[in-house]
């Protein structure tokens, strides 16, 4: 069965991105943990200087002061979104796309299963969506932890999991059955 290294691959690779995703994110949230006891002081000074109606130690603050404290609430602020882009992104890159080709490769393997055509045209399709996984969101993943010298391969990874959606959609018109076929 031609699919079954496409389903074993997408299985491992879906364990793989789904604890390596969370394990990036842990490690980058100390950042935004500092960021958000920050922005919760700088905030909550502004919330309490508004509800005394802009008064200290029962001293009316001066306009610099209450422009001073607003400052800083909105610089505590931007630290805080500069602390959770990483975060972001990281959530949005290569743990969604990882687990997106994972379950790509095992949906195609188990296609695969069902396609009756030759068996070079398989195997074709079968290569093509695990490289396009690997070289996609793989290097994605890498990219993270700073291992970048090969990023000029990463635009390729897309391009073969949408050939490789095309060759099996192809396939599937071609040879698609009811019931598994032997390869």
């Known amino acids: 069965m031609i699919g079954k290294k496409n389903v074993v691959f997408g299985f491992l690779y879906l364990v793989f991105t789904a604890a390596l995703g969370p394990y990036m994110v842990f490690n980058m949230l100390p950042d935004v943990g500092s960021a958000q006891v920050e922005k919760q002081a700088k905030v909550g000074r502004l919330q309490q200087l508004k ?3 802009f008064e200290e130690d029962l001293e009316p603050l001066s306009d610099g002061k209450i ?13 805080l979104f500069n602390a959770q882009q990483p975060v972001d992104l990281m ?5 969604a796309h ?10 195609a393997g188990l296609t695969l299963c069902f396609i009756a055509v030759g068996r ?7 290569w093509v969506f695990i490289a396009g996984a690997l070289l996609h969101s793989g290097l994605l993943y890498l990219s ?10 990463r635009p390729i990874g897309p391009v073969l999991v949408l050939l490789g ?5 192809v396939a599937a018109l071609i040879g698609f059955n009811s019931r ?4």
């Open 67 to 79: 422009a001073r404290a607003n400052t800083d609430g909105i610089l505590a602020l931007n630290k």
């Open 120 to 126: 070079r045209f398989k195997q074709a399709i079968s």
């Open 165 to 169: 959606l095309l060759m099996i959609g």
């Open 91 to 95: 959530k949005a890159g290569p743990h």
């Open 98 to 107: 990882g687990n997106l080709e994972a379950v790509l490769n095992i949906l």
């Open 51 to 53: 509800s005394s109606n």
């Open 180 to 183: 598994p076929v032997a390869d």
């Open 144 to 153: 993270a932890f700073g291992v970048e010298w090969f990023n000029f391969l």
